[in-house]
């Protein structure tokens, strides 16, 4: 399901790169996750089948995992037709697509932040670090390896651009001048306890969470709710442990194939581009795989 057509029933209020969001009474929100894919910050024109869907079903797996660290924006109790008006109850075809891809939450003002942690040095952290040896403007220590582990996991803010802007990474004070220093404390220091408790559980399923984003809301009280997806291999970098190597970049779950292809066949960051069904479906392979390895077996 590349783009959910909930044919006029609720107003479409937002459309992402992956998600489109429907107003609901009450503040809530109808949060869908399509199997669109984007891959060197383009989306492509064909969808994972079913990726929506692990999506959905990793999110809610870490909501509940991670409740006793910070509240969360989900209102539907897991069971989202339950949540919606009756003229989408009713129709069977629309309830069937929604029912494992959505999410009913509770809309919040959205901190304009990424907040990322990262436990691993990799990506853009290890290209500014070999430059400068710094991360996000902040000093590390020498003689880090790539994909090496940082003495502590490390929040490394970065700004949510505007649709088809890139986000910049910021230093922690430049987040603490966007959002005020109280709310940027706290927000770290949520992000780092909910990335330690993370990663804690996925060692022990094979699996390590290099690094992810979290995106935070802020109620009316002022309190902080983690808010958007969680720990999914769209927002983080999952490894699998046993092949885990110092020293070199590492094999990545999710989109390996996708980028593969697509720098083979030199169109990586081209507009529109359609991969083959081989590649769609082994890409799909790897998704669900991460899903049963974090939360079936
Ligand atoms: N509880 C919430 N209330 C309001 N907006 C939210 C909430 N949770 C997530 N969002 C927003 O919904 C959008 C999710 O759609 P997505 O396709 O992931 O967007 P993006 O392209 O920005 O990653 C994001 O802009 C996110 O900030
Ligand atoms: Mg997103």
Redesign the pocket.
Known sequence: MNKSDLKGKLPLL????????YKLPDNK?L?V??D?I?AYDVILGNGIPDKGRVLTALSRFWFDYLKDVVPN?LADHGDVIACLPESIQSDSDLAAVLKDRALV??????LPLEVIVRGYITGSAWNEYKKTGTVHGTQMPAGLQESQAFPTPIYTPST?AE?GEHDENISPEKAAEIVGKDLAAKVEQIALALYKKAHDYAQTKGIIIADTKF?F?VDESGNV?L???VLTP??SRFWPKDSYKIGQGQDSYDKQYVRDWLVANGLKGVDGVSIPEDVANKTREKYLEVYEKLVKA
């Open positions: 937002a459309q992402g790169k992956v998600r489109e969001l929100l949060f996750a399509t669109r984007s924006h939450v509770n809309r919040y003002k959205i949510k649709q995106e809301g709710v808010v958007d997806e769209d927002s």
